[in-house]
């Protein structure tokens, strides 16, 4: 199920863990990787696609919300907007989030815009975690490098979770430690 708009989304009755990052950052990807599914979200090679926040129940106890791309420029400027608006209002009022699991592209580490949405976070004390996506695309030591980076910038930020998991959809590297990390926060609701 999915909304456009926040007065249309699913009731906030289930602990929900969102799923945010730039586009083509891997999302839909990593969420089909993590649940076993190879379909449960349509990933696309091209940015932009997902244009609502889409909600997926697991096992009758979790939410996992899909949340459209961000800093994607080849959208309309309106639709951008739109999107924003949402996404910014679904983070900053959602009762039942527990967790935004913020995706980073590990041949790019932590971006701008990333900083923006971390600002945001911090500044309306929703508790995110750093994922770092397609870790199979580097190098041993450039992903050190990500990760060291990383953990400096989170350092100092107040609703930052201390723990970066590195991951990839298609070698299936730390979806274990995903899996085990997201099943903490449902068993202390």
């Excluded at 989304?9 to 089909?32: H, M, T, Y």
């Amino acid at each position: 199920m999915g909304g456009v708009d926040v007065e249309l989304l699913p009731p906030a009755a289930l602990p929900e863990i969102a799923f945010a990052g730039r586009s083509n950052v891997g999302k839909s990807s990593l969420i089909n990787a993590l649940t076993g599914r190879k379909s449960l979200v349509k990933a696309s090679n091209t940015p932009g696609r997902t244009r609502e926040i889409n909600f997926f129940l697991l096992a009758e106890k979790l939410m996992l919300v899909d949340l459209p791309g961000y800093g994607y420029a080849k959208a309309a400027r309106k639709d951008v907007a739109r999107w924003t608006r949402l996404v910014n209002a679904y983070l900053a009022g959602r009762p039942s989030l527990r967790r935004v699991c913020l995706l980073i592209d590990s041949r790019h580490g932590i971006k701008e815009v990333d900083i923006e949405i971390m600002n945001m976070l911090d500044k309306a004390a929703v508790s995110y975690q750093v994922i770092l996506t397609k870790s199979d695309k580097v190098k041993p030591g450039e992903l050190s490098a990500t990760l060291l980076a990383a953990r400096e910038i989170i350092a100092r930020r107040p609703a930052a979770h201390p723990e970066i998991i590195a991951t990839s959809s298609q070698s299936r590297e730390g979806m274990e430690a995903l899996r085990e990390e997201l099943g903490k926060i449902v068993e202390n609701v």
